[in-house]
């Protein structure tokens, strides 16, 4: 299958600043990318959906300012958390697809998922 | 609105002994339907989908599942389970009315004991 990496696994940051995780998608092109938010032994919270390009639709209850999105090419897509507090850590999983007209049979490909922590 | 349901928060089974995980989907228009797994501290892994076609789909490690439609379900399954299969698993529908996006079910955690 399709290999989307995230970077970085890992990452500890201080409360108050900001911290920016990748999400690159290795052998294909992604129209959209999906982030996600997982709480301990709960499902997914789908945060936004990016587009190459424009805007991210962010979900309701889920504040843009704090977690910007951008998706400035067609293999890369990122997610800044600014001025993170100890309630912003959590494990956070990006998503890939080649999105078109008539496509929703597209399989949607997963990174390994970044932990972070704020202290 | 497209949703899925995942009843079970556990299935525990023997090692060998064949395996259910049970989804059941409500949407309108076709569905289009997805498990993934999750091991411990990992990103989802795609194990297989249904689109169209033949009710019985058959995946990676040795998973298939059933499309039912008048039951609504798709249920994964597994002939003989591998203490290795142990893990998170969600079922998943492509919300076609929202950008194609996928809305998981809670999962269920797959216990597999020597």
Not at chain 1, 39 to 63: D, I, R
Not at chain 2, 15 to 32: A, D, R, W
Not at chain 2, 100 to 108: D, R, V
Request: net charge neutral; charged share 15%; hydrophobic share 35%.
């Amino acid at each position: 299958g399709a290999v989307v990496s995230q970077h970085p696994s890992w990452v500890i940051c201080k409360s108050g600043t900001s911290v920016k995780i990748e999400c690159r998608s290795l052998d294909f092109q992604a129209t959209t990318m999906f982030w996600y938010r997982q709480f301990p032994k709960q499902s997914l919270m789908l945060m936004a959906t990016s587009n190459e390009g424009s805007k991210a639709t962010y979900e309701q209850g889920v504040e843009k300012d704090k977690f910007l999105i951008n998706h400035a090419s067609l293999t890369l897509s990122t997610l800044t958390v600014t001025s993170a507090h100890p309630e912003d850590s959590s494990f956070y999983i990006c998503s890939a697809s080649l999105i078109g007209q008539g496509a929703p049979g597209n399989t949607i490909y997963f990174g390994e998922g970044s932990w972070l922590t704020v202290v | 609105a497209q949703s899925v349901a995942q009843p079970e928060d556990q299935v525990n089974v023997a090692e060998g002994n064949p395996l259910t995980v049970k989804c059941t989907y409500s949407v309108s228009g076709n569905p289009y339907l997805f498990w993934y797994v999750q091991y411990p501290n990992r990103g989802l892994q795609f194990l297989l989908k249904y689109i169209t076609g033949d009710n019985l789909v058959k995946g990676s490690y040795g998973f298939e599942a059933e499309f039912n439609k008048s039951q609504t379900s798709f249920h994964l399954k597994k002939p003989s389970a591998l203490v290795s299969d142990s893990a998170l698993y969600f079922c998943a529908v492509r919300d076609i009315e929202s950008s194609y996006k996928l809305i998981f079910g809670s999962g269920t955690r797959l216990l597999v004991r020597p």
